[in-house]
Nanobody, 131 residues
Framework: EVQLVESGGGLVQAGGSLRLSCAAS????????VAWFRQAPGEEREGITC????????VYADPVKGRFTISSDIAKNTVYLQMNSLKPEDKAEYFC????????????????????????WGQGTQVTVSS
């Protein structure tokens, strides 16, 4: 059974840090790319970063570049999102998702909300940043 489970969300003051985890199971982790998305109330789900598990290449959206870092631990089938210098506008529900059809990997995460099937999405973890 395919599962992605996020953890690590919470409440933090502006300028603070959080580390999110995405634990994956039920598929060949190394054959996939894993991305983090976030969704604020009333907003569309936004892709913020992605990692190709096989070669470790990464991409970042401009709003998080230089503040967030994505990494993976193949032995643990887990992807991490280290979030530093958090801002109130980072407040959102954060989701991870996995896909292996982009070519190259992570090239079109903007399409994932429409193309990636439900089992390959986690349930989300809430991040709240107080000002």
């Amino acid at each position: 059974e395919v599962q992605l489970v996020e953890s690590g969300g919470g409440l933090v003051q502006a300028g603070g840090s959080l580390r999110l985890s995405c634990a994956a199971s039920g598929f060949t982790f190394g054959d996939y790319a894993v991305a983090w998305f976030r969704q604020a109330p009333g907003e569309e789900r936004e892709g913020i970063t992605c990692i190709s598990i096989g070669d470790g290449s990464t991409v970042y959206a401009d709003p998080v570049k230089g503040r967030f870092t994505i990494s993976s631990d193949i032995a643990k089938n887990t992807v991490y999102l280290q979030m530093n210098s958090l801002k109130p506008e980072d407040k959102a529900e954060y989701f991870c998702a996995a896909d292996r059809y982009d070519s190259p990997y992570c090239s079109r995460i903007d399409r994932w909300p429409k193309t990636v099937a439900d089992p390959y999405w986690g349930q989300g973890t809430q991040v709240t940043v107080s000002s």
